[in-house]
């Protein structure tokens, strides 16, 4: 009874959420409400429950997406997406074009919202497929597929970040074998789009790619280490907490492991790429910075609220005892993590969303990880990978990425779904695949 319990409460989410536009916040408190209230907690169990899960998921990460997301908006209205995708068609060459935009994609999408990205560099998409002769579909999808990878593998992206605070797995590791994971995931969907690429027709014209070529040669960018450092800085210092904090020590007990662990907190490493996005993209722009603060701080709100609310319904599930419900004892980690794969991927598929498909997987797998043996540090990061896997599964109509992706490439929605949508099943079966095999190795 209670399964069919929460099976209903997952379906009253996506119901909200898909046909009456219910905001996520109020579908998921109003989730932990109903589920609380039917699982036989008091009301003011369910309610305590509520704030305290909401507090607690938010204390470790509500900063870490704000300076995220400030990050993001600096490199996005100084044009330094624009930047990093040209250096690196520079390393890569032009015959490779689709090759740069993919990995391109594949960074800049770790601290700007993939639907964004797209938008920002799909002039380029344009203007190589006429310098290289290679079809605008190739470079769409390839494109897409690259930004999409680290939108849900890869930290200070809100969905995994969310994910890391409601399963309290280390940040430093999701970062580390994500971005190992996001790549190969990166690569599957390049792969894709030359296969697909030259049987797909989209409806450019030539005038309009004449004008592409001309306004990118008359447009003004940041330097390349300018757009680089807020980006890699941060991520590096995570990364360095995370090995220093390492069960074996490697770097000791003294103050380099200290020092390592203090500058590598999240708070602090995303405060430090925020400081350098003011003195390296924001020279001489001080009413600008201040919008684009307000911006940024603006948007992020939605998300932080959003993932406290998913903790708070993940509390609320964790007062189940869901090994004598589902009876798995004897189940394992590699189960665990296919589980928590196909939850996501059913509700990415239902309401549209990764970001929501993550935070309630996220909160619907959280009392399980102690079921499936899924409780060492790495175990926990390659859950919430996992979730991510599934919450690229698929991306089609009710997804506002999709329109995104078929809209700026011109394509209708035939071509779309053939292109980007097969893509994001094919990246999706790669990344569980490959979490599946980095838990048999680790």
């Known amino acids: 009874?209670?399964?069919?319990?929460?099976?209903?409460?997952?379906?009253?989410?996506?119901?909200?959420?898909?046909k009456y536009n219910v905001h996520p916040v109020f579908s998921l408190t109003i989730a932990g409400i109903v589920s609380g209230l039917l699982f036989g907690l008091t009301p003011k169990m369910v309610m305590d429950t509520i704030s305290e899960g909401f507090g607690k998921t938010l204390s470790g990460i509500g900063l870490v997406i704000a300076f995220g997301t400030i990050i993001g908006t600096f490199l996005e209205k100084t044009k330094g997406t624009k930047v990093l995708a040209n250096a690196i068609l520079k390393w890569i060459g032009l015959k490779r074009s689709p090759l740069a935009l993919n990995l391109a994609g594949l960074v800049i999408s770790i601290p700007v919202y993939c639907d964004s990205g797209f938008v920002i560099l799909s002039s380029l998409n344009s203007a190589l497929s006429k310098k290289s002769g290679i079809k605008m579909a190739v470079f769409a999808v390839a494109l897409a597929t690259g930004l999409y990878a680290a939108h849900v593998f890869v930290p200070p992206t809100p969905g995994p970040l969310a994910a890391a605070a409601i399963l309290e797995a280390d940040l430093g590791l999701v970062m580390l074998?994500?971005?190992?994971?996001?790549?190969?995931?990166?690569?599957?969907?390049?792969?894709?789009?030359?296969?697909?690429?030259?049987?797909?027709?989209?409806?450019?014209?030539?005038?309009?790619?004449?004008?592409?070529?001309?306004?990118?040669?008359?447009?003004?960018?940041?330097?390349?280490?300018?757009?680089?450092?807020?980006?890699?800085?941060?991520?590096?210092?995570?990364?360095?907490?995370?090995i220093a904090e390492y069960p074996s020590q490697p770097f000791g007990t003294g103050v380099l492991a200290k020092t390592c662990s203090f500058l590598g907190h999240p708070i602090l490493a995303l405060f430090i790429g925020v400081l350098l996005c003011f003195i390296m993209l924001g020279k001489g722009r001080s009413k600008a910075k201040q919008l684009w603060v307000g911006e940024s701080l603006k948007q992020a709100g939605s998300i932080v609220l959003i993932t406290?609310?998913?903790?708070?319904?993940?509390?609320?599930?964790?007062?189940?005892?869901?090994?004598?419900?589902?009876?798995?004892?004897?189940?394992?980690?590699?189960?665990?993590?296919?589980?928590?794969?196909?939850?996501?991927?059913?509700?990415?598929t239902a309401q549209g969303s990764s970001t929501v498909s993550i935070i309630t997987t996220a909160a619907i797998v959280a009392p399980l990880l102690t079921t499936f043996g899924l409780e060492s540090t790495v175990d926990k990061a390659l859950a919430v990978l996992a979730i991510g896997a599934g919450a690229m599964t698929v991306s089609h109509v009710n997804d506002s990425y999709f329109w995104v992706v078929a809209e700026f490439s011109k394509m209708n929605m035939k071509t779309a779904l053939r292109g980007h949508t097969v893509a994001t099943l094919i990246q999706g079966i790669?990344?569980?695949?490959?979490?599946?095999?980095?838990?048999?190795?680790?």
């Not at 690429?197 to 280490?225: A, C, F, R, S, Y």
């Not at 790669?430 to 680790?442: E, S």
């Open 1 to 18: 009874m209670e399964l069919l319990l929460l099976l209903g409460v997952i379906v009253l989410i996506v119901i909200a959420t898909v």
């Open 177 to 242: 074998f994500g971005m190992a994971i996001a790549i190969c995931v990166s690569v599957s969907g390049y792969a894709w789009a030359l296969f697909i690429g030259n049987k797909l027709t989209t409806n450019e014209t030539k005038n309009e790619i004449q004008k592409v070529v001309e306004d990118e040669e008359i447009e003004v960018l940041p330097g390349l280490w300018q757009t680089l450092l807020p980006i890699v800085l941060p991520l590096i210092l995570i990364a360095l907490k995370s």
């Open 308 to 348: 406290g609310a998913g903790g708070a319904f993940g509390a609320v599930l964790r007062t189940l005892d869901f090994e004598s419900l589902l009876n798995v004892g004897t189940a394992s980690g590699w189960e665990g993590l296919l589980l928590a794969f196909g939850i996501a991927a059913v509700l990415k």
């Open 430 to 442: 790669v990344g569980i695949v490959a979490v599946v095999l980095l838990y048999f190795i680790f």
